[in-house]
């Protein structure tokens, strides 16, 4: 990798280059002149000043037209660097190509530009006055030609841009495809607020489950002690409430140990044909007169969209 003529190339595109250690090239312009029939433009020399910025440009140049990675082109600058000190203090040059070569005198560093370095934009061509263009002068209005007018037909009538049928078109179908989408929308909406669902063909699991007979909802205000599923001991109500119901055995299992996560005292139950499973919480000892208010409470707890039940 030819680290100095990157160094060169990055010095002519941006007109300054630190090199870290040896120090800041700067191309400096000299003023425009005027020879008397062309603009000359003006010419660069270039400048050492032992101050520079560090950055990563002149790494990512070398990167970019090397297709390297910047850490690659950054060790070849560092090893450029350490090897161009060492040439210095042996007294020997460190040549940028082109543009001149670095030089050690009596302890500095100095740059010395090639004698032969040009940098001088193309000259402009100029005139201190333009020249006006020659007019032609009249002197009767005889010698005025004759400009013939623009003839306009009176008939002509200006064309009105038509329908355009086909934007009509596709602004129709349009409409039609969202309300297609909004009706079967509406209709998928409506179908999820049932809760049953097709029965799947799996093992039966009413050996490692409990058994419920059915499930129905029953009002909390007539219990008494003929209603199956609720208990009636000394005037306090006992019964299991329906939280969650699932036809899928897994979905019924993760729901029911997320619940108990959170404290609550769940137990699953299924139906006879294991087609059905219940999430069902134990309540005990409950005044009646409490039962209603008690069963609005876990309704908006635990499902606040398809409600509660009481297990029968």
Do not use: C
């Not at 082109?98 to 009596?106: N, Q």
């Not at 560093?109 to 263009?133: E, L, W």
């Not at 979905?251 to 087609?275: H, P």
């Amino acid at each position: 990798m030819d680290v100095a003529k990157y160094i060169g190339l990055f010095l002519l595109k941006n007109n300054f280059v630190y090199i870290h250690g040896l120090g800041n090239l700067e191309l400096r312009k000299r003023s425009a002149s005027y020879d008397g029939e062309n603009l000359v433009g003006p010419s660069y020399e270039v400048a050492m000043t032992p101050m520079g910025s560090i950055d990563d440009n002149l790494a990512n140049f070398i990167a970019t037209n090397e297709q390297i990675s910047i850490s690659k082109a950054s060790n070849a600058l560092r090893e450029f660097s350490q090897q161009s000190r060492a040439d210095l203090q042996a007294g020997k040059p460190v040549i940028i190509p082109g543009i001149g070569s670095f030089v050690e005198e009596r302890g500095k560093t100095r740059f010395i530009t090639d004698p032969h370095f040009q940098y001088i934009p193309p000259s402009i061509p100029s005139m201190r006055v333009a020249r006006r263009q020659d007019e032609t002068i009249y002197t009767t209005s005889a010698d005025i030609p004759v400009v013939k007018p623009r003839y306009i037909d009176p008939d002509t009538e200006t064309e009105t841009p038509g329908i355009s049928w086909v934007k009509v078109a596709a602004w129709i179908a349009i409409v039609i495809a969202v309300g297609f989408a909004a009706y079967f929308g509406i209709r998928y909406m409506n179908s999820q607020k049932n809760t049953s669902e097709a029965p799947l063909l799996q093992a039966p699991v009413k050996d490692t489950l409990p058994v419920a007979s059915s499930a129905i909802a029953v009002d909390s205000s007539s219990l008494d002690t003929m209603t199956t599923g609720v208990v009636l001991d000394n005037g306090m109500l006992s019964f299991d409430v329906i939280l969650n119901t699932y036809t899928d055995l897994p979905k019924a299992q993760r729901r029911l140990e997320k619940l108990k996560s959170y404290g609550n005292n769940v137990e699953l139950v299924t139906e006879e044909d294991s087609s059905v499973f219940y999430v069902i919480l134990p309540v005990k000892n409950i005044v009646p007169a409490d039962t209603a208010r008690l069963m609005d409470s876990l309704k908006k707890t635990f499902n606040p969209t398809y409600g509660v039940k009481i297990l029968e």
